[in-house]
């Protein structure tokens, strides 16, 4: 597709479950990015891709939350034993080069919300 | 500590009015700059960056940012206001090539 394409973009799950998250960047884009937006707050990073890699997963806020990218495109951020506190929308973003910052510009899907019960 | 600051939680301006909204940022060295915007419903988009060279800098949609090194600072300015600017907007700044990090955000309104 033409953007950065986040599915599913609502998932309402019950404290306990496992929760996947799936971001599909935009063709050709090597930077992968995941974040997590609380209400009223900014994004705040989780972790990013630099191909298949993980680059740096230094803003995952524990053991639950992982993420893969296999073949160097689709990421899915995956969630175990959620927790009401982990209710927010997940953005994911993409970029041609390394960390984006030759370009400056992530390019950001719509986000997936998540709401625990 | 390391911060990005955005003062302005909500601000309201009337159509054809100037509009500035306020950043500012904590950090050792003179990082790269952003403002993103985020209207309901989108994604977020890119209105312009500087990484260095002229501190004033243009964008799309009619904006521009000014870098000043003395405050801090980053605020992003509008002449004039349009309605479909009612939207959140985001400073970010990023500090190498791994981290992006953002303010708080500013929702602006528009009145008719």
């Known amino acids: 597709g033409a953007g950065v394409s986040q599915t599913p973009s609502n998932k309402v799950t019950e404290k306990g479950k496992y929760v996947e998250l799936r971001c599909d960047p935009i063709s050709g884009h090597t930077a992968l990015y995941w974040y997590r937006q609380s209400l009223g707050q900014g994004p705040e990073f989780l972790i990013y891709?630099?191909?298949?890699?993980?680059?740096?997963d230094s803003g995952l806020p524990n053991d639950r939350f992982f993420a893969v990218r296999p073949e160097g495109s689709v990421s899915t951020l995956k969630i175990q034993r959620t927790e009401r506190g982990d209710s927010a929308v997940y953005l994911c973003?993409?970029?041609?080069?390394?960390?984006?910052?030759?370009?400056?510009?992530?390019?950001f899907g719509e986000g997936s919300r998540l709401t625990v019960l | 500590a390391q911060s990005v600051t955005q003062p302005d939680i909500h601000i309201t301006v009337s159509e054809g009015a100037s509009l500035e909204l306020r950043c500012n940022y904590s950090y050792g060295a003179t990082p790269y700059l952003f403002w993103y915007v985020q209207s309901p419903g989108q994604g977020l988009q890119l209105l312009l960056k500087y990484f260095s060279g002229d501190t004033l800098v243009q964008g799309i949609k009619g904006f521009e940012a000014e870098f000043k090194r003395s405050q801090s600072s980053f605020n992003l300015r509008k002449p004039s206001v349009h309605w479909s600017d009612a939207a959140e907007y985001f400073c970010?700044?990023?500090?190498?090539?791994?981290?992006?990090?953002f303010g708080a955000g500013t929702r602006l309104t528009v009145k008719p």
């Open positions: 973003a993409s970029s041609l080069t390394f960390g984006g910052l030759n370009t400056g510009e992530l390019f």
């Open positions: 970010a700044v990023g500090l190498n090539n791994n981290d992006m990090r």
């Open positions: 891709f630099q191909g298949t890699g993980a680059a740096d």
